[in-house]
Structure formats: structure tokens, C-alpha cells
């Protein structure tokens, strides 16, 4: 029996996530939005490409929940993008309401499914959706380090002029402008990054890194990224399904590694058929561990600022 995928949000990133999916035959797809017509169109489209791309599932646009149901791996996508000059925290009680309603329809008709977070702010919809769902927390997943990591890698590329398949990176902490991109455990063919980009390169490297999201928005004006995050969701997808068990950087719940109890924080997990598998506890230098403890008391401030919403 053939996976069975559900995306939840027809924007741009979840239309683009369903793409991926199909391309890569993880699994029958299921694009679900509240907007009557636009699953269902992309849908169908996205359908037609398979004669053409040479894929071989279904994937069929819905506006309910009952068309998504024993879903193996739900994908949430749904919520406001970010305009120019909003911050990942402004998007915080619009998109509370809408991964809440998500979640609890998705936990009734998919009661064993995985969930894959990618709505902003992440680390804080990771927690909701895992308050609300009620799954184990290996079954709760954000996508958030996949992205940073693969912009970090993008940029280490362009200024050393080398194939990104050669660049490894490691990007640690909250999605957002407190991300830890650990140079010490980035390397290039392992080659440490220091002996390869002066201080100063790196440094402007690793900034252009924490705001990757906000250049974007920047550029677009009217929206934000979609093809890379949906890109970082599906190789998630991917390692699920088909128990590739890869080490990726991913939000997971804590309790007590790198000294963090009860949040959501990016770290470097094993994904699974099971979900997450094992979280990898990276030996920190000083300075590096004050940096992520900055990051996990920024998701913190957002966690606390919802719970008068969540008790």
C-alpha cells in the first residue's frame, strides 16, 4: 500500500511541497486549504505533470479533513506569510489559531501520522501542535534547520566558488534571527571553513545566514521563501518514509539535552520511519553554547507570551 501524504495550506510553499512530493513518489498526496477551487486546481495540475515527470501517485486538492484521513506524514504549511517589515513574532497569534484548528482536525482522522511543522514562528507552532495533537514527541517535528543549514551551505558555495555537495554546515537554535550557524562543525570536503574564509567573510557569511528568510521577503516585497523550505519539508518527508534514518537538523523537543527543558529548539536528529529517532548532542564551546541558550530563551519569551492562549 502506497504512502499517504497530506499537505495542509495550498500557498505557495505547500503547492511547491506537493510538487516535490510527487516527484519524488514518496506517496499519494492530499493538498488541503480552506479556499474552495485552489487544492483542487493545483491539484489537479500537478497531476497532469505526472505522464510528463514520469511520477506515478495520485495527488488530489480537498477543503476537508475526511479526504485526508490515515495520512502516514502531514505536512503544515498553513498560515500567514511574512510581509516586509513584519517579524517572525508578529505572525504569532494569527498563526496560533490556524496550526490550533489544523492540528486538532488532523490529530481526529490521522491519529498515528508524523506531523511536519513549517509554519512561522516555528519552534512556537511546534509546540502548539504538540499541546494540542497530544502525540508523543517523536511524532512532532519542525522544519527549520534543514533550511538554514542549506542556505548557510549556499552562501559557503558562492564565496569559495565550490559545488554545495561538498559543503557540509551545521545551523543549531530557533528559526529565526538567534539561529546558530556553528562554523567549528561546518566544513567544506572536511575542510574546517576557518582555514578556508578569513574571519570577517565568515562572519558576514554566517549573518547573511541568520537573516536568509528576511532578504528573501525583501526581494519579493509580497511574500516570502517557498521553494527551498518546501524543498527542506520533503527531504524530511523522504527520510521518514522511506526510514533513510539521516541526521538532519530539525526542531525537536528538548528535556534536557544542551541544557534546554520543554521547547522546541533546532538540533541535529535521526529521522525515521518512527519520526525522530535520536537527537545528537553536539559537544558546545562556551561561547557557542551562549549563543544557542540566546536562541532557546527567544523561543521561550514567544512560548510564554501564548500561554495565557494555551492553558
Known amino acids: 500500500m502506497r504512502n499517504k501524504i497530506t499537505v495542509v495550506g495550498g500557498g505557495n510553499v505547500g503547492a511547491s ?20 477551487g485552489v487544492p483542487q486546481g493545483k491539484g489537479l495540475d500537478i497531476a497532469q505533470m505526472g505522464p510528463i515527470e514520469g511520477y506515478d501517485v495520485s495527488v488530489v ?31 504569532l497569534f494569527a498563526n496560533y489559531e490556524v496550526v490550533k484548528s489544523v492540528t486538532e482536525n488532523v490529530a481526529k482522522v490521522s491519529p498515528d501520522a508524523i506531523l511536519v511543522l513549517v509554519t512561522n514562528p516555528l519552534d512556537a507552532m511546534c509546540t502548539v501542535a504538540h499541546q494540542v495533537s497530544k502525540f ?30 561538498n559543503v557540509t554546515a551545521v545551523v543549531l537554535g530557533g528559526h529565526g534571527d538567534t539561529m546558530v550557524p556553528v562554523t567549528r562543525f561546518s566544513s567544506v570536503s572536511g575542510i574546517p571553513l576557518e582555514d578556508l574564509i578569513p574571519a570577517d567573510r565568515l562572519a558576514a557569511i554566517v549573518d547573511r545566514t541568520r537573516n536568509g528568510g528576511a532578504e528573501i521577503v525583501k526581494y519579493l516585497k509580497t511574500g516570502s521563501a517557498y521553494y527551498a523550505p518546501s524543498a527542506a519539508a520533503v527531504e524530511m518527508v523522504e527520510s521518514i518514509l522511506k526510514d533513510k ?42 561561547a557557542e553554547k551562549a549563543m544557542l541558550a540566546k536562541s532557546a530563551s527567544a523561543v521561550k519569551e514567544l512560548i510564554d507570551v501564548l500561554k495565557p492562549k494555551m492553558a
Open 245 to 286: 534514518k539521516k541526521v538532519l537538523p530539525c526542531a525537536a523537543l528538548l528535556e534536557g539535552e544542551y541544557g534546554i527543558n520543554g521547547l522546541f529548539v533546532g538540533v541535529p536528529v535521526k529521522l525515521g520511519r518512527k519520526g525522530i529517532e535520536q537527537i545528537y548532542e553536539l559537544k558546545l564551546n562556551d
Open 136 to 165: 508523543p514527541k517523536h511524532r512532532v517535528v519542525g522544519m527549520a534547520g534543514v533550511l538554514d543549514s542549506a542556505r548557510f551551505r549556499t552562501f559557503i558555495a558562492m564565496e569559495l566558488n565550490v559545488s554545495v555537495e
Open 61 to 91: 486538492g480537498a477543503n476537508d479533513y475526511a479526504a485526508t484521513a490515515n495520512s502516514d506524514v502531514v505536512v503544515i504549511t498553513a498560515g500567514l506569510a511574512r510581509k516586509p517589515g513584519m517579524s517572525r513574532d508578529d505572525l
Open 17 to 36: 511541497a506537493a510538487v516535490n512530493l510527487a516527484l519524488k513518489d514518496l506517496g499519494d498526496v492530499v493538498l488541503l486549504d480552506v479556499v474552495e
